[in-house]
């Protein structure tokens, strides 16, 4: 486990109203570091199509935290992203941190671009989302069934919370610069498997159902999800879960020296709340 180091101030959290993003801000808030929250509305302005808005958020920040919205997958994004990298280091920039996707081709080519320019960049490199489930997920669950187009694949979900402690513990610690640290659960789950995690700490039926990928897409049309939303997600279940990612690290241990949550505790919290009881 790195060592504290001084603590860098202010840090500009890029996404900070996101999943990862918002843990973020509360993790370096918890540890007394200013922190700038950028985002399209907020008070720090921040677009990621338009560089204008970049300086300004970036002046006299000590630290940044990438989270590249909707994903690194998205064409253009790598080279986005190490343009921000590379505007931060010619601010002074002391210490970045990228969120990226693990077995995205597009995400590690933004890896490395970034850590071209900025080589003391850390990269998390993060397995599927626990919460996902509690989020984008949320009223597949509600409803008692999951269908995906993922078939008996095994994917070692992660903890939300253990990504950003990480990111944080890299923004302010010493020992993590250059570093690629890949962050997984502790155990290896099918969509099935998590399913019935889920049914267990609910206490209620909710079953995993395993759809034609031509079906699911033609699902999101019908809501109404725009094209290339639709595309992303077709690529991350027909391609990045498609078997790759099968294998559990220690990313998180090594980073933080205690080990991941595990998917069971993630949802016996998310059921205590009532999130996934039955909507009448």
Known sequence: MPSTSSLISPVLVTGATGKTGTRVV?????????????????????????PSTWAPALDGAEGLSIAYAPD???TGAAETVAALARAATEAGVRRIVLLSGRGEDEAQRAERLVQAE?????????????????????????AGELALPVGDVPEPFVDADDV????????TEDGHEGLVHEVTGPRLLTFADAAAEIARAAGRDVRYVRVPAEDYAAGLAAAGVPADVAELLRYLFTEVLDGRNATVTDGVERALGRPPRDFAAYADAVARTGAWAVRR
Do not use: K
């Open 26 to 50: 509360s993790g370096l808030a918890a540890r007394a570091i200013a922190v700038r929250a950028a985002s399209r509305s907020g008070a720090v302005p921040f677009h990621w199509d338009d």
């Open 72 to 74: 690194l997958a998205i």
């Open 118 to 142: 900025a080589p003391q960049a850390t990269v998390v490199r993060s397995a599927f989302f626990a919460q996902n489930f509690s989020g984008v997920f949320l009223e597949d669950v509600r």
């Open 164 to 171: 950003a402690d990480v990111m944080v513990a890299a923004l």
